[in-house]
């Protein structure tokens, strides 16, 4: 890692600097604003960049890679083996010379992100890197940080309640500071864009892949929550990025594996999915990502959003007006893989509209399909260059150009520093949501039920954060005057764990138990909270995840929702079920009866107050 300020020092890096018509690289990297038209020079001065690129060299900048290793030039043997095995090289240095790609996105601990020393020592070696290119060109380092249930980065940086625990709390500038607290950490660490905030409207609860990504079930709300995050991220200097356009809310398959289909009409795609990403292209966000889903309504040609011309030039880019970046979602998901080969699927998104191709699973072959394609004129140079153009002034604009290096200083006066964890607290504090509360049992008593159980899903936890959820949970309640005694029994208990719980309740006074999405009758977690009910000692439950798990939960005491199980909702929430907090979360979408899918049982807003 670097000791102090890293500047350019390399003749390469020279020679970029030169190119560019850029002085030496300030003494504090500054965040830039949001988006705004470049001056003509500056437009000139990158186009003069471009021009100098290679078919290859333009090719390779249209793409953004994962890579293993922790450092641009890992030695070690497995991170080797993978990238060789994957992308046929070494690490992101050789990655860099021999695709000249303009991005690379962290994966989390296994792949790239341990500490974030290590993160900025990385960001480093990748920058020195693509300085060392003979057309020497700043990388574009992102990652999925959305927090919540999909954070990339763990602690000692900053975790932050997700998506629909920020729509629960409702605030717009609570969403606006987790995006600008997240913003400054990730740009301390080297990484100038990040792959958030989710733009999708979560109105179908069996959605196995958005969920509690989503602000919520209400457009306008979620229209606002967006745009506010969208403030907080580009005003710390990193780019922003809605997805999954147009819309990926209403969905019951996974894009990962298939290829889900939106039957929304015209109509209703305009009033349920457009206002979110109509929000974000008014706040003036970076960069949008498409998704692998067929909406007929928009396109009946049944190709998924990603590789439609009728929707992401004919809507996002003519109707809705936006210019910026366009990222596909990642081209190793199934989703886009069913109809056309992987050498046809990047040429056909760039014809699209796209401009950023994110990790096809054969970069060899993607890489040679689009140079191919523009030799041979099916993509234009002139069409090529003005992705190129986008994605270089994204750069410009995330001060890339001037300079794209980070410090340990930086790090360690930014990443996970107290008054950034403070207000993740206090944010989570107003996220919490008590669904249900009977004869009062909320907050429980020391006197009464002093001796609690804690019990149910441990889910796996993001890296770093503060360890499976039902010790977490015991951890703050005790901090409370609670006596905790943790039981997990993950999410498929057997019947010898349900048994062994129902005895230890036995001998206490309450239990608390977190669900993680019960999706059946059948479930053994339902099973688990029924044993317990059946002892007559008050039962309290957590969803840990989505908030639906009420509906198929008879007899509870009570009912929360954290709308993730990352330590910061989770402490939070055993601060409301100890009453150091009182709960003011808000549903953000409605759950619907069991017995009876239309009929709501809580609506969007319901949530009571001790």
Not at 116 to 144: F, K
Not at 192 to 213: C, E, H, K, L, S
Not at 289 to 303: C, E, F, K, R
């Amino acid at each position: 890692m670097h000791s102090r300020r890293t500047v350019l020092t390399t003749a390469a890096a020279a020679a970029a600097a030169a190119a560019l018509g850029v002085g030496e690289a300030h003494a504090v990297p500054s965040p830039v604003p949001s988006p705004t038209s470049p001056p003509p020079a500056t437009v000139e001065r990158l186009r003069r960049l471009i021009a100098r690129m290679s078919p290859e060299e333009k090719a390779g900048q249209l793409f953004v890679m994962r890579v293993y290793g922790h450092s641009a030039t890992d030695p070690d043997p497995a991170d080797v083996a993978a990238n060789r095995e994957e992308i046929g090289v070494a690490n992101a240095a050789e990655l860099i010379a021999e695709y000249h790609v303009g991005g690379i996105i962290y994966f989390g601990w296994a792949h790239n992100t341990r500490d974030p020393h290590q993160i900025a020592a990385l960001s480093n070696g990748i920058q020195e890197a693509a300085a060392r290119l003979r057309v020497p060109v700043p990388v574009l380092i992102s990652t999925d940080q959305e927090h919540g249930i999909v954070a990339r980065i763990g602690a000692p940086a900053t975790l932050l309640p997700g998506a629909m625990a920020l729509g629960a709390g409702g605030s717009t500038e609570d969403a606006r500071t987790a995006g600008r607290i997240s913003g400054r950490e990730l740009f301390a660490m080297g990484v100038r864009q990040d792959y958030a905030p989710d733009a999708d409207v979560n109105v179908n609860p069996a959605n196995p892949v958005i969920g509690v990504r989503s602000f919520g079930a209400d457009p306008q709300a979620v229209a606002r929550m967006v745009a506010a995050q969208v403030g907080g991220y580009q005003s710390a200097g990193v780019a922003a990025c809605a997805k999954h356009f147009p819309g990926h809310g209403d969905t019951d398959t996974d894009s990962h594996v298939g290829l889900p289909y939106i039957h929304h009409s015209a109509e209703e795609w305009e009033r349920l999915d457009a206002p979110p990403f109509k929000a974000a292209i008014a706040a003036g966000i970076d960069s949008v990502m498409t998704a692998h889903i067929v909406v007929p309504a928009l396109d009946p040609s049944g190709d998924p959003a990603t590789l439609s011309r009728p929707i992401v030039t004919g809507i996002l880019r003519r109707r809705l007006g936006y210019d910026g970046v366009v990222v596909t979602d990642s081209l190793g998901m199934e989703g886009v893989r069913v109809k056309y080969g992987d050498d046809r699927v990047p040429v056909l998104a760039l014809k699209a509209g796209v401009d950023q191709l994110l990790n096809p699973p054969d970069l060899s072959v993607a890489h040679a399909a689009v140079v191919r394609a523009l030799r041979d004129g099916e993509l234009s140079e002139q069409e090529i260059d003005a992705k190129l153009l986008r994605i270089l002034t994204l750069k410009e604009r995330r001060g890339l150009f001037a300079d794209p290096y980070t410090s340990r200083e930086q790090v360690d006066r930014v990443v996970g520093v107290r008054a950034h964890r403070a207000a993740a607290d206090r944010i989570a504090d107003r996220t919490t949501t008590l669904l249900l509360n009977r004869d009062g049992v909320l907050p429980l008593s020391r006197r009464r039920t002093g001796r609690l159980l804690v019990a149910g899903a441990d889910p796996a936890a993001p890296s770093g954060t503060g360890g499976p959820p039902t010790a977490v949970l015991a951890e703050e309640l005790r901090r409370s005057g609670f006596t905790a005694t943790v039981l997990p029994t993950g999410t498929a208990p057997s019947r010898e764990l349900i048994a062994r719980a129902r005895a230890a309740l036995a001998q206490r006074d309450a239990a608390v138990v977190a669900t993680y999405d019960i999706t059946s009758a059948s479930s053994a977690q339902r099973t688990l909270v029924e044993e317990l009910v059946a002892t007559g000692k008050p039962v309290v439950q957590l969803a840990v995840r989505n908030p639906y798990d009420i509906a198929l939960l008879d007899g509870v005491a009570a009912a929360l929702a954290s709308y993730s199980w990352t330590d910061v909702e989770l402490r939070a929430a055993a601060r409301v079920i100890a009453g150091r907090r009182d709960p003011v979360g808000r549903l953000p979408v409605a759950i619907m009866r069991a017995d009876a899918p239309q009929t709501a049982l809580f609506q969007i807003g319901h949530g009571l107050r001790y």
